[in-house]
């Protein structure tokens, strides 16, 4: 499976399931996407902003929920085999993407795995086993996230930088250069704990030394 990034800007996600996972992924997808939790019953677990609506449909009846509400991405997340099939198959006659909670392995086309994810904005790392070893997942996302702290005030120092540079008509290599310089500067990383004005003055001398 090749990682990709999706935009959800104006579009829903559809998670049928209620129960601890179901609420997971609702977490996970509500911050970016309209996200519609249907369920007979709901977890005592944050749903984040998901809408809940309580509903038991049976596995005739979920094409039905899935065309009302026209997801970009419909989630499967019950414990019932029969019903999560069905969301599959009509999440797929619908066009839409489908991500199996209850399966790991081999996958057809159009599934999607919801990686553990670690987030600094802008920065976003992601890791996945294949649902081979979801405990792994998490353990890895632990470590990337003590390694990349500090990583989403650097990327904004940087395409401030990168801005400032374009319009002074640097040329591309050069600009590449003094970015690389201040990325690889523990000095910049550090000063970053005290603000981004700080960090700049500190880039600004690293790129002036680059140029020496």
Known sequence: MIPLL???TDETVLVV????????KARTFAREARTVVVSPAFAERDFGDAELVRAA??????????ERFDPALVVAATDDDAVNEAVERAARA???????ADRSGGREAGS??????VRDDPVVAAVATGGAAPALSTELRRRIESEIEGAGPMADLVAEIRADLKAAGMPPTDRR???????????????????????????NRVMEATDD
Not at 17 to 24: H, I, K
């Open 6 to 8: 999706h935009d959800f």
């Open 17 to 24: 399931g209620g129960g601890p996972v179901g609420a997971r």
């Open 57 to 66: 449909p049976a596995p005739e009846e979920v094409a039905d929920w899935v």
């Open 94 to 100: 619908a066009g839409a993407l489908v991500n199996r």
């Open 112 to 117: 999607v795995v919801v990686p553990a994810t």
């Open 177 to 203: 250069e003094a970015v690389r310089a201040v990325v690889g500067s523990s000095a910049v990383w550090k000063a970053l704990q005290e603000g981004l004005s700080n960090a700049r003055q500190e880039a």
